[in-house]
């Protein structure tokens, strides 16, 4: 098992440009997240999907659209990257929870998106 | 509003000592609260995951404790290691319409030197 991969690890773009940050899980898991980290604040949710052609907004989603094609796929797309943006990415994912059933997250190694 | 407030933000330790990291929140309703480890430059790892009626949970040197009356959770280190040097994120999860919301601390950077 892989587990979850995030492609690339680094990136540098100039304002206004587009990109999709690539996300990957093989444990067959239901539930998947982008997050992204910056200094100071806790990792914050941008969108998430609870299965194949199920997607929808989290706590800071503007800005970041995502499609979820296949169980496994779950990119992440900047259409007009702002310095703002500038983060550092966090893929996750799990069994999807019910009520108070609790499934653990595995996340992905992020990546660091550096936006000039 | 869901919070989750960690201390210190940092904290230096000497190899082989102990340490305690504290989290306190206020989320509603309760659903659990995991301690992850995040190694810079990597994804968090989840250590431990208590629901309510939990009031401790051990993993290896890692032990959590949750006062769920006051809102209180706390991860002791025992005896570090280098390898424990990273960021320590306390997560608290509400039920929310069937699903989950989770709300992320700041998190604590440990730094173990010999």
């Known amino acids: 098992n892989a587990g979850v991969t995030q492609t690339p690890k680094f990136q540098v773009l100039k304002t206004g440009q587009s990109m999709t940050l690539q996300c990957a899980q093989d444990?067959?898991?239901?539930?998947m997240s982008w997050y992204r980290q910056d200094p100071g604040m806790g990792l914050r949710l941008i969108h998430y999907?609870?299965?194949?052609?199920?997607?929808d907004q989290g706590e800071v989603p503007n800005g970041y659209n995502v499609s979820r094609s296949t169980t496994e796929d779950f990119p992440l797309r900047l259409l007009s990257a702002a310095p703002s943006q500038t983060s550092v990415y966090f893929c996750?994912?799990?069994?999807?929870?019910?009520?108070?059933?609790?499934?653990?997250?595995?996340f992905g190694p992020g990546t660091r998106l550096t936006v000039l | 509003k869901n919070q989750v407030e960690q201390s210190p933000q940092s904290l230096i330790i000497l190899e082989g000592k102990n340490c305690t990291l504290q989290c306190n929140y206020t989320v509603s309703p309760f659903s659990n609260l995991r301690w992850y480890k995040q190694d810079t430059g990597r994804g968090p790892v989840s250590l431990t995951i208590?629901?309510?009626?939990?009031n401790t949970k051990s993993n290896g040197r890692y032990t959590a404790t949750l006062d769920a009356d006051t809102k209180q959770s706390s991860l002791h280190i025992t005896a570090s290691q280098l390898s424990d040097s990273a960021s320590y994120i306390c997560?608290?999860?509400?039920?929310?319409?069937?699903?989950?919301?989770?709300?992320f601390g700041i998190g604590t950077k440990l730094q173990v030197i010999p």
């Open positions: 999907s609870v299965g194949a052609g199920i997607t």
């Open positions: 208590m629901t309510f009626s939990e």
């Open positions: 997560v608290v999860s509400a039920n929310s319409g069937g699903y989950q919301k989770v709300t």
């Open positions: 996750a994912s799990s069994y999807l929870t019910s009520g108070t059933r609790y499934n653990e997250q595995f």
């Open positions: 444990m067959n898991h239901e539930y």
